[in-house]
Structure formats: C-alpha cells, structure tokens
C-alpha cells in the first residue's frame, strides 16, 4: 500500500483571547491507515479536541485559526480546498461524532431526516430513496424497531439511542474516516462499552480508519491499534497501543497510566498522582510544558522544547530524558 | 468470611455510625396544570438498608437514575424521605424538623461533584471555607477564624494566601479541594461525598482521591462516597453497595466485590469497565448486557434487572428477590444466590 489515508504534518491552531494568543495545538503530526483505530489522548487543555476539529476545519475563525501545517486526505490537503471543497468531504468521505448527542442533534427535525441529509446532501438521493437509507443505517447502529423510529424526534430518545443514531448519521456516506469526539462520555458505564462496542465493529467492517478523541486511558486500551498522547498542545508520545502501555517513555505517560484507578490487580496499591496542576495554554513555559510536575526535569527541560525523535519502531517521545527509572 | 470484620458490620455494634433502615424516598408525578393530581409517583429510593461504622467508606455505585444520589441526599436530610429509619449516632433522624436537623447538621456534610457550580463566584475562598462557622456562630474570634480557615487549606494542601482569593483563580481540582475545606470545617463525623472527582482529570483525580483517604486516616471520618465508576470506589471504599432502579442489588466488603461479584447486574457494571492495559483488555471475559436502564416512573416487574439480564428466568419475571445474606457482611438481590442456610 502507498501513503497512509491520512497524514497530519505541523499542524499548528491558535485562538485569541482576552489572555493574548494561546497556542491550542503546537506543531501537531500523526497518521491513520485505514481500518486503523488511533486514539488521541489527553487531559482537558491538552488540545486533543481542538486537532480534530482543525482536521475538519471547523475551528470557529476568529477566535481561532490554523495557523500552519498540511492535513493531507487521500493526497489532498485540506486546509488548501476552498469553502464548497471542505464541505463536500464533511459528513461524506470524513464523518464526525461529538460528545453530546443532545445538542448534536435537532430538536425540530425527526429522526429520519436527519439521517437521511447527508445522503441527500452528497448523494444527491430523492428523500424516498434516502429515508430507505436510512432505516438501513438505524438498523445497523441496531436501534430496534428502525422503520417506525424513522418519524420519532431526538427527545423521544434515551442517551444511548441518540448516540446510536449519531453513528447511524456518520456512517450514511460511507465515510473513510470517522472522527469520534468523546463520543461516550455523556453516556452510563454499560451503554458506553455497547456504543463503543458498536462504533469499532462498524468501522473494522468497512475498513475506514477511526480517530477516537479521549481522555479515559481504559477505553484506549481496549478499542485503540495506536495512541497518541497529548499535553499542553503537544504531542508527547506516540506508539502502538500495546507498546505504548508495556513501554511509557515520556514521564507524562508514566504518570497517567500509574493514577488510573482500575477494577482489577491489587486495590492496596495507592493510587500515584501526578503532583502539581494542568499547564495554563496562555502561559506555558519555554521548555517542555510538563517539566514543572516532572520529576525527571533538567536545566536543559526548562529551557529547550525537546523534539518528538523515535525509541524504538513506530514509537517516538518528546523528551530529554534517557532512561527513566 | 473474616469475623471480625462482621461483628464490626453488624448493626447495633459500638463503633456504628450510621444505620439506614428501609429507606425510601418517592417523588409524587402529576398531571394536570389547573387541577392537579398525582397520577403516579416515581420510587427514586425504594426500601435500602446498610450500616456504617465509625471511620469506614461504604462506596454507593450505579448507573444514571439507580438512586445513589438520592440515597445521599436523604440520608443528610437534605431531601424529605417518605419512609424508613436513618439512625445517626444513635438517633433516628427521618423525622426530624429543620430546627433539630441544623444541631445536626455539624455532624454531616456534604461534598458536591460540580467544582464549578458549588463555590460561589463572588465570595472569597477565606468567606466559602469559614461560612459553616459564621452560619454556627463559631467566629466571634477574629483572629482565631482567620487561623482555623488557614488550617483547613492547608489540611487539603492549599496555601493560607489563597484565602484572598476567588474561585475562578483556581483550577477544577483546587476548587475541589476548597470544597473538600469548606465540608472539614464544623469537623463533622460523616461526610457525603457526590461523584466528587467525576468532573476531574485523571492525573488531579488521584491527588483529590488520596487527600481523601488521607483525611480519613487523620480524622476518623466516615464517608459515602457516590460514584459511577467502579474503579474509582475501589480505591476509597471498604465496602460497596450497588444500586439498580432504587434498590441495593448487592453489598460486599471491597475485596469480595472486585475479586467475585455474584449479581450479574454488578458483573455487567465490572465489565463495562475498560482496564487501562491492552494486553487484559485482549484476554478479559466480558459480559455485555443489552439494553439502558428503564424509567424509574415503571419499573420492571419480578426482579428490577430481569429485561437486560442474561441469566433471566421464568421466575426472575415474577418475583422480586429480596437482599439476602450470602454469610458476613456480604448480601446480593438474586435469584441465582439464594441466601445461604443455617
């Protein structure tokens, strides 16, 4: 196979607020193959949501702008297409699933509808034609009794099912790619494992790759084929999902995996925080964002922003420090 | 079945904080915007039982609407239950009016989820933190309230000049900790603590969940502690009481729980949860179950988890099962375990 379905190189977003320019997303690059599940991980702030939706260009210009950097799509770049050009991908060969499926969906509009308009949207299908698409999709997100829900409205809905039908509505174009915002988050323990469940089997079945932005290092674990760990805007480190929880080399990652409470091994061992408080994006230091809660942190640290340079095959950090022990 | 672990459990022992008996808590629905009348009521806690002892953790678990929260809320009395018994240090406090509850209210607080929404944005920290001593007229001394809410920061590991400051200066686990201060300020022997590190960050989680332990060790005491997450409680609790739909569906000390847990409604919950470890992840028996929690306002017949249980049979349909012992400390609301006999 030739180049990946997706390469993201420098990606760079910054926002202007009432605290000078922040920096959301700094020097971002990564890859998706297809039938590829990369999860984007990171704390609030670390800039993790702000890169998916710079890859659709729905960063809200002004406050925000993309600054630098090439999002290239089966060859294209698409921070180079033109209004009418990004549009025509969004919602057909690239799909988007956010994290709240209240206010994703529109109250005024009945279920059908809303599934079938990407259809007609792209596809240029009669609404008949559509509908039927339709009820094929609810069907396959395995919404009961698909056909008489066509004509039911959002609030008729529980969390779950409006999620499923969030999935519905993305896979309508058979897209290549699907963005996936926190996309349980909102949701109850059990129905976030069946739509999560849901959610990878479809796109194992089409083989379209699958961002899945979070910040639950559970969920990657059990869904993600590679990881890609963000802070302060940055990508820290990146690695094959099994690789990247046998081997954390940057100490964030360290630190993240060791304050992840869990329902198995020893429940005596307490938990290990990572001292100190997230970084504040206006006001980062001009080293590594993490140094101030790193124990491993040098002079050089402090100073120098360390480069993201390879460990070991498909697996790369960002920083200075050797070995940690 | 450690014994004296069931001793300590078993109601009516010296060291019990806390025994809830029976309680229920329903919400009148009605219909009708002229002429009002209850057409149904929703039973948001319905018949719930447990113990605490002195300096001990009970973890209340469940999905969206199981009830946990009410269950905190009732037990404080910050909600009006509609029956059953809470005897608190030896007191039955169901049916206590607002005058004898504010006594009490030194001795019980609460701790929110929302580090955002439960500090007031115009007060400073000093006002948030030492307000319960203004409202018990604990600070006739100047200096010696100024000193006692400098000693409440820094026990949740802020510094005494914060005091001057406002909430939206500090970040999400900070606030946390503010209202962590502002609960230790009356020294009150039981605390209720609502999904208090669900809005947090994983890496700020932990520090909030081991300040809590901490407090804990140092002052002796006793929470409940509401949460969703399954993982979370482990590490707090010493027993855990699932809910489902407004019921206890099983209780067990942390140990029994995590390493077998016999109500398939706690299995499913166990399994829903991801482990941060692909390598478990591959190999993990999951069981799934279909299927969200039905409305509270109509309950399933016979046993509350039967449409979405696997293990459902005719009976399960039918009768509801009571919470039975399964010997100790232990009980489960299933048909499959039947309480043990002798």
């Known amino acids: 196979m030739g180049a990946p379905l997706l390469q993201v190189r420098g990606l760079t977003t910054r926002f202007r607020t009432e605290r000078g320019e922040v920096t959301a997303v700094d020097q971002v690059s990564f890859e998706a193959d297809e039938g590829e599940t990369v999860a984007i991980v990171g704390e609030s702030g670390s800039g993790k949501s ?29 921070l180079d297409l033109d209004d009418a050009g990004i549009r025509a991908i969004r919602g057909d060969k690239i799909a988007m699933i956010f994290q709240e499926p209240m206010s994703s969906l529109n109250p005024a509009l009945t279920i059908g509808m809303q599934v079938a308009e990407p259809v007609r949207v792209h596809r240029g299908s009669p609404w008949r034609e559509a509908l039927e698409r339709a009820r094929e999709l609810l069907e396959r997100a395995r919404i009961p009794d698909a056909g008489s829900r066509l004509t039911a409205y959002p609030h008729q809905f529980s969390g779950g099912m409006r999620q499923r039908v969030m999935i519905a ?79 954390p080399s940057h100490p964030y990652t360290r630190g993240l995996l060791a304050s992840v409470p869990r329902v198995d091994g020893d429940a005596s061992v307490p938990l290990v925080p990572i001292e100190g408080q997230p970084p504040d994006l206006s006001a980062l230091p001009p080293g590594c964002a993490f140094a101030p809660r790193c124990r491993w942190a040098s002079e050089r640290c402090r100073s120098e922003r360390p480069e993201l340079l390879p460990v070991a095959d498909r697996h790369l950090k960002a920083c200075f420090a050797d070995e940690l022990d | 079945m450690n014994s004296t672990e069931s001793t300590r459990a078993a109601a009516g022992a010296d060291d019990t904080l806390l025994s809830v008996e029976n309680l229920s ?41 199981c009830g946990k929260s009410t269950t905190g809320l009732a037990v404080i009395r910050m909600l009006q239950p509609t029956g059953g018994r809470i005897v608190f240090e030896g007191e039955d406090i169901a049916g206590h009016d607002a005058n004898r509850m504010r006594r009490l209210r030194r001795r019980m607080q609460m701790v929110y989820q929302d ?45 005494p000049d914060m005091a001057e400051r406002y909430p939206h200066e500090f970040s999400g686990g900070q606030r946390q900790r503010i209202g962590i201060a502002r609960a230790l300020a009356l020294e009150p022997s039981l605390i209720v603590c609502d999904e208090p590190v669900s809005a947090l960050d994983v890496s700020i989680q932990a520090q909030v969940v081991n300040l809590f332990v901490e407090l804990q060790k140092r002052m002796g005491l006793s929470y409940i502690f509401i949460a969703h997450d399954l993982a979370v409680v482990r590490h707090v ?49 999951r069981m799934v179950v279909t299927g969200e929690v039905p409305s509270a306002l109509n309950p399933p017949s016979g046993c509350r988890f039967h449409p979405r249980c696997p293990h459902a049979t005719d009976v399960c349909k039918r009768v509801d099962p009571v919470l039975a012992g399964q010997g100790g400390v232990r009980a489960v609301a299933c048909h499959l375990h039947p309480a043990e006999r002798g």
């Open chain 2, 115 to 159: 580090p955002y929404g439960s500090l007031n944005p115009r007060m400073r920290v000093r006002d948030i933190v030492g307000e319960p001593l203004v409202i018990h007229g604990l600070d006739t001394d100047r200096d010696a309230y100024r000193a006692r809410v400098a000693a409440l920061l820094a026990m949740v590991g802020l510094l």
């Open chain 1, 169 to 247: 509505m993305a896979l309508a174009c058979k897209p290549r790619l699907i963005i996936a915002d926190e996309p349980t988050t909102a949701l109850d323990v059990t129905v976030q494992a069946q739509i999560l469940d849901l959610l990878k089997e479809l796109t194992v079945e089409s083989r379209s790759a699958l961002i899945l932005i979070t910040h639950d290092l559970g969920v990657v674990a059990r869904y993600a084929d590679r990881v890609i760990v963000m802070y302060g805007g940055r990508v820290v480190e990146t690695a094959p999902a099994r690789r990247l929880y046998a081997h």
């Open chain 1, 50 to 78: 702000v890169t998916a939706l710079s890859l659709l260009r729905l960063i809200p210009t002004p406050p925000g702008r993309i600054e630098s950097g090439e999002v290239l799509f089966e060859g294209r770049n698409l």
């Open chain 2, 25 to 65: 808590v329903h919400f009148p629905v009605t219909s009708g915007v002229v002429m009002r009348k209850q057409v149904g009521s929703v039973k948001a806690v319905d018949g719930v039982s447990f113990t605490l002892a002195r300096g001990e953790t009970l973890g209340l678990v469940g999905e969206s609407g």
């Open chain 2, 237 to 285: 609790s010493d027993r855990i009481a699932v809910m489902y739909l407004g019921r206890i569906v099983e209780i067990a000390t942390r140990d029994d729980l995590y390493r077998n847990p016999l109500h398939p409604y706690t299995q499913a919950l166990m399994s829903a949860v991801p482990v941060a470890d692909p390598e478990v992840e591959a190999r993990r028996v």
